[in-house]
């Protein structure tokens, strides 16, 4: 079965720390989407990116990277020099190659402290 | 340039009354969904649809229909509003092409049923 797990609940750092987001996955497909959405406190949800299960590359986009483990199925999120408008809930998602349906991980709800 | 935009915003209503949401896309994609995200931030699909056809259906009350009158549009219409269903209702759509995997939401409806 598949599912995703976001074992934090809640983080708060302070100001320009690093912080990093945990993603623990479970599928049976060889072939998969990894996503990461973001939820600021205006509600929307923005889509951050997309990994497919071939490519374990990692990501940087500006202070934001992402490590994709297919040996421990995780794909963390970290944020470098955090900084208060980073504050959001975080979510996690799959979708597997047969339905394109996501899997929504619980969300990890960051806070960046002035 | 709006991608995915829904109507209303908010929705404040009494029990047991009739509403609707209304989304659109104008990313030209194929499948278009609706989730409900209730006050834990869990985000669960209630309907897609693909070309205007029922794909997903999952368990919710038949007080809860859908209707696409074209590739673009998703709707939703709510009967016999209960208190229950207050939630953000968020709709998206996914492509069909190079990128079939990935999902992009509207700004969700805050729906408040007193």
């Known amino acids: 079965a598949q599912k995703v797990t976001q074992a934090q609940t809640e983080i708060s750092v302070v100001e320009k720390e690093d912080v990093t987001l945990d993603c623990v996955y479970e599928t049976r497909d060889t072939t998969y989407y990894l996503f990461w959405y973001k939820q600021p406190p205006s509600g929307e949800l923005v889509f951050l990116i997309r990994r497919n299960s071939f490519d374990e590359q990692n990501e940087i986009s500006g202070r934001y990277s992402w490590n994709f483990q297919k040996s421990t199925s995780s794909f963390n999120f970290t944020i470098t020099a955090s900084q208060v408008v980073d504050s959001a809930v975080y979510f996690c998602?799959?979708?597997?190659?047969?339905?394109?349906?996501?899997?929504w991980g619980a969300g990890t709800k960051l806070i960046i402290k002035p | 340039d709006t991608a995915v935009s829904q109507t209303p915003k908010y929705l404040v209503t009494q029990m047991g009354n009739d509403k609707s949401i209304k989304c659109e896309q104008n990313l030209g994609h194929d499948t278009m969904y609706w989730y409900k995200q209730d006050s834990k931030k869990f985000l669960k699909i209630m309907f897609s649809?693909?070309?205007?056809?029922?794909?997903i259906n999952e368990t919710v009350p038949n007080r809860f229909s859908p209707k696409s009158p074209d590739k673009a549009h998703l709707n939703l219409h709510i009967n016999s509003l209960e208190l229950g269903d207050s939630a953000v209702y968020f709709c998206?759509?996914?492509?069909?092409?190079?990128?079939?995997?990935?999902?992009?939401f509207g700004p969700g409806t805050r729906l408040t049923v007193l």
């Open positions: 649809y693909n070309n205007k056809e029922l794909i």
């Open positions: 998206a759509s996914r492509s069909g092409g190079a990128e079939a995997d990935t999902q992009y």
């Open positions: 998602a799959l979708s597997e190659d047969s339905n394109y349906q996501l899997i």
